[in-house]
């Protein structure tokens, strides 16, 4: 039985000036990020690429619309390598230029045709948190369906991920907070997935460490602390992708996805608005499971009772970044129930992963208790 899969390749440079040396950088190559990433780290160091900034392409979550229209502009040209250098949303993006056939997009996200890699994929994350470089995952929002919805097929894994801390220079807190806490959600729902293993267990577990210690240190010394953790929190996001790129994610991501297509909340902080509230549930409908081991190690890291686990988390990541209701994205009472229904017949995929099904009560009951 095969339980664990490492792929692709994986390499750091201390700056994009030695990546783009090694990896040549040239007129073969389509590039896909943002001007604000591509002028100062990359323009000068590479040899006529094709570069398409994202941004150009529409704002907001990536849809299917936005392929369409990326499509259309690089259709004719004859490009060798797709090389992704930005957050997961680029990222995602740039998996499937590296796809022979990848029109019409929703035929291709509803398994109308399958999916075939004929160009080599480089992904260089830019946040620390979707770990979508290590993974076969790619999610867009599909008009459709007016949903989320996730490709998941070894034809869009990288053949190179590539980490480079100089990119995490730039970050805004706000968004490291969310992608970081995006990362140690990928960690912890993938360390209680039922498709989990000793494999994937070890790389939840350090993420989980590297994670968690540095929000700590960080709350201690203020947001400028940041910069004595970026390697680790850029390592732990790789981490923690390897493990739920195996093991898969669960509620947490499923009951999420209808918030952020709808309220285009971004996608690490629409996980955390659900991420201990979920795993309460989890907690009080099968508390001697898997859910003890991981409390076991969530109380050696935080340095608290298993009794307050998750209620230390939530206070470690109030820290970090405040959190707000679902009324306060915008949300509706009626779309509690619109949200159910999403989750019930659209995110099969992640609940799948659950760590214990859960039925439609419960999942509208989380979503009332956060409203």
Not at 316 to 326: A, C
Request: hydrophobic fraction near 40%.
């Amino acid at each position: 039985m095969k339980n664990f899969k490492l792929s692709p390749e994986i390499f750091t440079f201390d700056d994009c000036k030695e990546f783009c040396s090694t990896f040549n950088i040239n007129k073969n190559d389509l590039i896909i990020t943002n001007e604000y990433i591509y002028k100062p780290f990359f323009e000068k160091h590479v040899n006529s690429p094709t570069v398409i900034y994202r941004r150009d392409f529409g704002s907001g979550e990536p849809s299917n619309i936005m392929v369409e229209k990326i499509y259309n502009q690089v259709k004719d040209i004859d490009y060798k390598r797709v090389i992704g250098i930005g957050g997961g949303s680029i990222l995602d993006v740039a998996k499937l230029f590296a796809l022979e056939k990848l029109t019409p997009v929703c035929d291709l996200f509803e398994k109308k045709f399958p999916p075939k890699k004929n160009k080599e994929l480089i992904l260089i994350p830019t946040t620390c948190g979707t770990g979508s470089e290590v993974t076969n995952i790619s999610v867009l929002h599909l008009s459709s369906i007016d949903s989320k919805l996730g490709l998941a097929h070894d034809e869009i894994l990288a053949d190179s991920a590539v980490l480079i801390p100089e990119l995490l220079t730039v970050l805004p807190f706000k968004v490291f907070a969310a992608s970081s806490i995006d990362a140690l959600v990928h960690a912890v729902e993938s360390f209680v997935s039922p498709k989990s293993s000793v494999f994937t267990e070890m790389y939840s577990i350090e993420a989980m460490k590297m994670i968690i210690n540095g929000f700590k240190s960080i709350a201690i010394h203020g947001e400028n602390e940041l910069n004595n953790h970026l390697n680790n929190f850029l390592i732990a996001s790789t981490y923690a992708g390897i493990a739920f790129g195996n093991a898969g994610c669960g509620a947490v991501h499923a009951m999420s996805y209808p918030l952020s297509s709808i309220y285009h909340v971004p996608h690490g902080e629409s996980n955390y608005v659900f991420f201990t509230e979920v795993f309460k549930i989890y907690e009080k409908l099968n508390p001697q499971g898997k859910i003890q081991k991981l409390n076991n190690i969530l109380t050696d890291i935080l340095n608290c009772s298993e009794k307050e686990v998750f209620e230390e988390m939530e206070k470690l990541l109030f820290k970090i970044i405040p959190k707000k209701s679902l009324q306060g994205y915008g949300a509706k009472k009626e779309d509690l129930e619109l949200f159910t229904d999403n989750v019930l017949t659209k995110q099969g995929r992640l609940m799948g992963n659950a760590y214990i099904p859960l039925d439609r009560e419960t999942i509208y009951n989380i979503y009332k208790s956060l409203y």
